[in-house]
């Protein structure tokens, strides 16, 4: 076996041979020779692997927002209508986030150490019980704090399954996407979080109004069976894809990242297969011979696999203790960082929003106001969220990362800064047209991008972990909101905290410059050469 890791279908250094692509080819994987359709065209194991992949962050949005109606049931539920106690509502609220935190780190390394289809589907599996016993709570048995309590624990456990969803859906499908399409599929991955959101407010809104007749009868308390079945209704999408993950082959490019770089043939191992067939006598000798020392083989190949599983911490500070790929991961993680500061500050406490757009509930019998909230959130996803994804979907590849990426945290200054200097003095129909603005540059820009760039720029040996980190570092920030946005709304005012909000994008944009532009970039083929040109230095050295 060459010391340099073979070429991958699709790269700009080599043309790929008909070998080498059966050499990659894998259940999911569809590496073709010539292929001139465009980016965006799914074939039939692309779309499989992508409802498979996808579903991860359809929960995710639909899990971490869903919790904004959620409260204000809770305020029905609970409180006769009065705001939740402060401090339990922003743990509440970043109950999620800080779970997230934990799945991020610990799937990452996980998903690296342990192998993708060890690890991918336990994350659905914690998802699926955290939400059970969320819809378990038991409001007739607690105190009104105890409720929150059990909740925003719960919620803990969830984000610990969603947050592990980042790095395992990011790396299985980078490992099995073609270069000139793996930003795409990955943006396409991403997208689900759009549809998360819309469909988290189709459904409070449908469940609702299944409910109008009772509760404007005057059985607000029946809410507590509303806020049960939105949530309990991601049930679906995740028991069904939760096999599917469980069963999910091993890619072939991760398989080969845990070779030995220099593991070459043993040629006494086929001079034994060819002594086997010599004489028909000896053929019983013969093949007692071969299984011992395929059994031997087979040994060797364990030990020289926990070796490698040992050495993989090593291999990582190695690795990230260069300049070029340590400045490449600060890059990911500020980024990250700085953008969920902005982009979970607003959409976690989407209160403020829908007051200035009059969706507010403020008025009205508490089913009427549940129902203004539900329809808000409806108009805001509709509007920006879902149509940012796909115009990222479909210029990613024409535009490159870092363009997107650099634009997209400008222009959320540049209408975070409109809508922090005119807060008081837009129209309604100028305020909502600013916010969606907003929202669209959020997710045509580096909300789609921070979760590209760590699947794209690692080789796949350290990919899942370096993307976990990053992911973490962006959760760190959404937590910092989700905990800081109401004190800091009440001391300084909410235009003030736009302006921080401000800083964080032109701050973001500055850091992008910290990064490569990943369009076509094979990290793999990267650490190779780099591995083998260490090696020429390092033998040049001894000699």
Known sequence: MSTSSPSIPGTHHDAPHPEQNDQYKSRLEDFELEDNRPPFYLTVPEAKLLGIAGVGFFLDAYDLFIINPVATMLQFR????????????????????????VGQFTFGFAADY????????????????????????????????GVLIWLSIWRVVLGVGVGGDYPMSASVTSDRTRLRKRGTMLAYIFAFQGWGSLVGALVTMIVLLCYKGTMQAGHTSKVDGVWRIVIGLSLIPAFGTLYQRLTLPESTRFEESQKPRHEEENPDEFKQKGDADVSSADTSLNKEKANVESEEHRRSKKAELVANRKAHWREFFVYFSQWRHLRTLLGTCSCWFLLDIAFYG???????????????????DPWTRLFKIATGNLIITALGFVPGYYVTVLTIEKLGRKKI????????????GILAGMFHKLSTVAFIVCFSLLQFFFNFGANATTYIYPAEVFPTKFKATAHGM?????????????????????????????WIFFGCCIAGAVCTQLLPESKGRDPDLLYAEELEESRRLHGNVQH
């Open 405 to 416: 990426q650099t634009m997209g945290f400008l222009l959320e200054a540049l209408f975070l």
């Open 346 to 364: 607003i959409n976690l406490n989407q209160n403020v929003v829908l007051q200035e757009i009059h969706f507010d509930g403020s008025s009205g």
């Open 78 to 101: 609970l409180y006769g209508g009065a705001a939740l106690p402060a401090g339990l509502q922003g743990v509440m609220k970043a109950s999620a986030n800080i779970g997230s935190v």
């Open 114 to 145: 342990f192998g993708r289809k060890a690890v991918y589907g336990k994350e659905l599996m914690l998802i699926i019980f955290a939400t059970i016993m969320c819809i378990s709570d038991p409001t007739n048995d607690l105190s009104p704090k």
């Open 470 to 498: 990053s992911a973490a570092c962006g959760k760190a920030g959404a937590i910092i909101s989700a905990l800081a946005f109401n004190q800091l709304t009440n001391s300084i005012g909410t235009p003030n905290v736009l």
